[in-house]
């Protein structure tokens, strides 16, 4: 194993990497001093107290860039899109208002919705699971290993009537998966929240693999989920919001595992409404 110090100088993506493990394990260290036994209320840390300091550190890591650059590239995907179909926009924030009528502007007296509220309104549901599939955080292949069926509890996996033998490395596409016209329709690679009200909606959130699927999908997904409800409701409910001379074009994104979103980003303009 190479030191740090001798292998940073030489990678700046590297550099990045081991600023954030670092700044993980002074998060852990200034949480153990702040708190001197108490707490008020559960962090990460608490449920990583069984391992040592450098391996708490790099899971809180983990759970930060895992839980962030995937729902800010959604969320970038979702205010694009929904800002680029002004009949879109309009619906999305009559509904909105319709559910929500009244919103006090006292930020000290200001009360959110509830989750179960957000989730009770069809339209803003919509959007957030269309935004899933057109944003494709993880838009690579996931690999996995074919299991052994020695256990004749486990059926061997057939792909097109064809065996595929254990122990082979297979993968899905997200986006093979969300741009299939077969799954989708003609207008797979369009914004349609449309598509996931009424009775054609039925069926498709198997094909929606943003998350993966099996037991080794996204545990954090109901988490991100929750969060674009919330934001998409904050940003369309409170705002009126438009893209600026820059972002109108579109935005371009690099695939890096996760993508992300190079320079300028998604500029907006947008002015408080009651």
Wanted: proline share 7%; aromatic share 6%.
């Amino acid at each position: 194993m190479l030191p740090k110090a001798l292998v940073a100088p030489f990678s700046p993506s590297l550099r990045r990497l081991f600023a954030l493990v670092d700044e993980g394990l002074a998060s852990l260290k200034a949480h153990r001093s702040a708190i001197k036994g108490k707490s008020d209320g559960p962090v990460i840390f608490d449920s990583l107290r069984h391992l040592p300091d450098e391996a708490a550190g790099m899971e809180a890591v983990d759970f930060l860039v895992a839980g962030s650059d995937t729902t800010a590239i959604t969320l970038v995907f979702a205010v694009w899109h929904i800002c680029h179909a002004p009949a879109i926009k309009r619906k999305l924030a009559a509904a909105l208002r319709e559910a929500v009528p009244q919103q006090q502007q006292r930020e000290d007296n200001y009360t959110y919705p509830t989750l179960l509220d957000l989730e009770s309104i069809p339209y803003l549901v919509a959007c957030v699971k269309e935004s899933l599939r057109i944003a494709m955080p993880v838009p690579g292949r996931l690999p996995r290993v074919v299991p052994n069926t020695n256990d004749s509890a486990v059926e061997p996996l057939v792909v097109d009537d064809k065996v595929v033998p254990p122990g082979t490395v297979v993968g899905m596409s997200a986006y093979t998966m969300h741009n299939s016209e077969e799954l989708w329709g003609a207008n797979a690679r369009q914004f349609e929240p449309e598509r996931w009200l009424g009775e054609g909606a039925k069926g498709l959130d198997e094909n929606l693999v943003t998350f993966s699927k099996g037991a080794r999908n996204c545990v954090g997904q109901t988490l991100a989920q929750a969060e674009l409800l919330l934001v998409i409701f904050m940003l369309f409910r409170n705002f009126e919001v438009e893209l600026d001379g820059v972002s109108e074009g579109g935005v371009v994104t690099r695939d890096m595992f996760t993508q992300s979103v190079q320079e300028p980003g998604l500029v907006l303009k947008m002015r408080r409404v009651i």
